[in-house]
């Protein structure tokens, strides 16, 4: 069922979901009920022409906006979810090569929507130096495990995001989603909307074609694939959300389709670009909120979203919470490892200022709270596009933040900037979160670094991660005047200078010019396996649109065994290991399994043992 109630408490909305559980219809309302045996009104699934719609759920059956007037207030709704098994169903395989025929571009799907995106000029008198990509041998590529994953779909960009699972990779793009083995063998594929048979978030009443904006991530902490996707029919806003039921996301997933209408006063909006990620016990997705009816302003700010995990594991009803504060843009919501009781999110606030976000007390009385954190050297969005032989120029976006990666109080972010005279760069971000909030202490700027290019290459939309050892991986795009788009990957060891990454080593390029919208943003993730291998998702141009590509690294970082990093093996490493585990530092955590024990000590002299390579 779907009941709103509003903190502080006023009046009920009217909800509604509409769920199909393998063709089976059911109806569940709490205010203004709809009766099984009352005549409904099927949703029209129409193909986007233009900038028109797709019809969605006649206007007596859709639910009440979800009023978040009061700044200060927030919503919650409990949704039922809708169970699928994708092993029963007739055509796993429905993605069957590139789209032949019109590609359509998803900013012409929605109606106009805008935003002041104007930063403030932040000061950079205390501005951390910004390392460079250095020569040194950092990225090992694992041969063999790359792969061409999903083409051109009928949609562009593809934002194509992935998430890895102990024996799976999940992908995500506009609209479809796909399931591999890490050999890179399709085991599932589907259309998001209705084209599919059935599409993805079909089942659940995403009765049409534009489906889009989708997002993935493995959660290690509870073991399951999660998948999010945007609705924007008429005068409906969804938020479509899956959970696996376990680490093999073949099989079973629980499907909530969350109304998104936003009530502003006298106006509503709509949600657009989600951000997507998780702590130890919610999901949360933010989005921006853009006008869909009344006379209000034509951007409300951003919406915070709150999903109990608990309940969603077991394919229960959920309750969600909502609000939305009035600052905040664009946000990006961390993937938190290590022990993580809240989340944080991540927005610009400057030209030299990140703004970080926390919500306290998410799943009772939830509150945000925010900081900004300086340090930063003058970080513009690109003046330019990218340019690429044979095509025209590739957008490299606004200087809005593609990722974040938060492990063990350690954040990572990045985003694509004005660099040198006429070239875009890939800037990241490192900034320990000191605990705050509680520990009266605010993060702070540790490092900053950006890759260049030296012969007039753009480098745009990179995503950054960390390894259980504090090594860091990077993907980006990179093209020039007489370089094709390219998928490129880059890394550092924590014991390497402050900023530095390794020059960038190329996975994938295409073989024919492209132009406009492109990936809008690319993927990377870490395995939960070993914790230390890193999946990416990137893409490149062919002769029929994009083609996406998978594949992994890791980071040969200074030997595991040369605990002080002084090169040279002895008894100073055996004490500095043990100084560690008695700390319980992470860093001495050897086998990754949360534990400090015999075990870890086992394994650190047998290491010890075997030396250096």
């Known amino acids: ?23 089976t219809s059911m109806l569940v309302g709490c205010s203004n009920q709809v009766s099984m045996n009352d005549s409904i009104e099927a949703p029209v699934a129409l193909q986007p022409e233009g900038a028109a719609q797709a019809e969605g ?14 700044k200060a207030a927030f919503v919650r709704t409990t949704v039922t979810p809708t169970i699928i098994d994708t092993n029963a169903l007739t055509n796993k395989h429905q993605l069957q090569g590139p789209f032949d025929g019109e590609i359509k571009m998803i900013k012409n799907h929605l109606p106009k929507h805008s935003r002041d995106k104007t930063l403030p000029v932040g000061s950079t008198e205390r501005a951390l130096p910004v390392g460079q990509a250095i ?41 479809a989603i796909a399931f591999y083995d890490k050999n890179g063998n399709e085991t599932f594929s589907a259309p998001l909307g209705d084209p599919g048979s059935p599409g993805f978030f079909e089942t659940v009443g995403a009765n049409s074609n534009f489906v889009f904006d989708p997002k993935c991530f493995y959660d290690q902490k509870t073991d399951r694939f999660v998948v999010i996707a945007l609705e924007r029919i008429g005068d409906e806003s969804w938020i479509d959300i899956a959970v696996s039921d376990d ?36 999901f949360y997705v933010t989005g921006n909120l853009f006008l869909l009816d009344g006379p209000g302003s034509g951007f409300a700010g951003q919406l915070f979203r709150i999903y109990d995990k608990t309940p969603m594991l077991n394919g229960d009803p959920v309750v969600m919470t909502d609000f939305a504060p009035d600052s905040g ?46 340090g930063l050297d003058s970080a ?49 971000y490192h900034m320990d979160l000191q605990g705050w909030p509680n520990s009266g202490s605010n993060p702070t700027l540790v490092q900053q670094g950006e890759i260049s290019g030296t012969s007039g290459q753009h480098h745009y939309f990179p995503a950054i991660y960390s390894d259980r050892f504090d090594n860091v991986g990077l993907i980006m795009a990179q093209s020039s005047s007489s370089e094709f788009a390219s998928v490129q990957v880059s890394g550092r060891a924590p014991s390497d200078p402050a900023g530095a990454m390794s020059a960038p080593l190329q996975l994938a390029i295409g073989d024919t010019g492209t132009s406009g919208r492109w990936g809008d943003y690319l993927d990377i993730a870490v395995d939960p396996n070993d914790d230390t291998t890193f999946w990416i998702v990137g893409m490149y141009a062919k002769n029929f649109g994009w083609q996406t590509h998978i594949d992994s690294f890791t980071i040969a970082a200074p030997c595991l065994p040369d605990f002080n990093g002084d090169g040279t093996l002895n008894f100073f490493d055996i004490s500095a290991f043990l100084g560690a585990f008695n700390t319980s530092d992470p860093s001495a955590d050897i086998n990754n399994d949360g534990s400090f ?17």
Not at 57 to 70: F, K, R, S, V
């Open 329 to 374: 843009a664009s946000l990006q919501v961390a993937q938190m490892f290590g022990p993580a009781p809240q989340c944080y999110f991540v927005s610009r606030d400057s030209s030299t200022e990140l703004r970080i976000w926390t919500i306290n007390n998410p799943l009772t009385s939830p509150s945000v709270q925010s900081v900004s954190v300086g």
């Open 1 to 23: 069922m779907h009941t709103p109630r509003r903190i502080p408490t006023s009046r009920l909305s009217t909800t509604l979901l509409i769920p199909t559980l393998l063709g």
């Open 247 to 282: 680490s093999d996301p073949n099989g079973i997933w629980y499907k909530y389709r969350t109304f998104s209408v936003i009530n502003v006063g006298s106006s509503t909006y709509w949600v657009d670009y989600p951000g997507l990620g998780f702590d130890d016990n919610a």
């Open 597 to 613: 024990n015999f075990f870890d000590i086992s394994e650190y002299l047998t290491l010890f043992a075997a030396g250096c390579p």
């Open 135 to 175: 020569e040194m041998d950092r990225v090992n590529v694992n041969g063999g495990t790359g792969f061409a994953a999903i083409a051109q779909t009928e949609w562009s960009p593809p934002d194509p995001t992935l998430a890895v699972g102990p024996n799976h990779i999940v992908e995500t793009v506009n609209s």
């Open 380 to 428: 513009f969005g690109p003046s330019q596009d990218a340019p690429n032989p044979g095509g025209g120029l590739i957008s490299t976006l606004d200087g809005r933040l593609m990722n974040v990666h938060v492990r063990n109080g350690n954040l990572y972010t990045g985003h694509g900037i004005d660099g040198a005279p006429g070239i875009t760069a890939a800037r990241w």
């Open 57 to 70: 759920l006649p206007a007596h059956l859709l639910p009440d906006p979800i009023d978040l007037t009061d």
